[in-house]
């Protein structure tokens, strides 16, 4: 019996989405994604077997409720793909530098950039109105719910002054492990090619670089508020930001 398509379920913005999705992509798997808005996304993912946390891969084989869980499902499926490296150091290092983006970059750029979104109305129903993957009844739905979901998502993530101010020093710190490493001139985080290093670190850092290239799903940076905007471009000017705007520009077919 043929293999039924994989579903991919995402808050179509989301980052940690978007790893998942590029991942795929660049593996040429044919997969359908169920896409939503925040808040939209928990009956879904309940319907699809999880708990609420996006992404979710269901596979003929079973559910994937981790981005790392699905990059290293495609790896298994499309191992010529080198997407953790081509040798046993290689993927060690792909894979300490995976949880480090994962832990370190992903949690934080996210927190940083619903800090300056959830500050601007405007801004915040743009973002959801330019969801055009979701269901059209949740963005109409969403104009209503703006200051429900406002408060839910302050309250969920704890996004506070104080707590930006924490994440900013994160990114800072990881940029600077990043640039560190680009310091020798690679291309590459490890190895010759992109790995999952890399694709983690392009995707978890755009809401700190709000790539040109983000398919629609973020804002550009000139509609973002002017301190934010002039954030950003301090970010793309560094090296680890190049490198993931690089990316994205170079490596990101598809979106
Ligand atoms: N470690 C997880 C993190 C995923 C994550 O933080 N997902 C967020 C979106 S960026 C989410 O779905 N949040 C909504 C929720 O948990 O209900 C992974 O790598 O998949």
Redesign the pocket.
Known sequence: MPMPIPTLVT?SF????E??RWALDRASIEYRESAHL?LF??PA?RRAGGK????LLVTGEGVL????DILAWIDRRRPELGLFGKTPEERAEVLRLEELF?VQL??HT?RWAYFQLLADRRLLRQLFAAQTSAPRYQRSTMTVLLPLVRVAIRR?MKIDAAGAARSFAKIEQVFAQVGALLSDGRKFLVGDSLTAADLTFAALAAPAVFPDDSGGRLPRLEELPPAAAAQVRAWRAHPAGEHAERLVREHRGGL
Do not use: E, L, N
């Open positions: 808050i989301s980052h940690f989405c790893k998942a925040p996304h928990v993912v609420h946390g996006t992404p409720r981790d981005s790392s994962d992903g949690p996210r969920s």
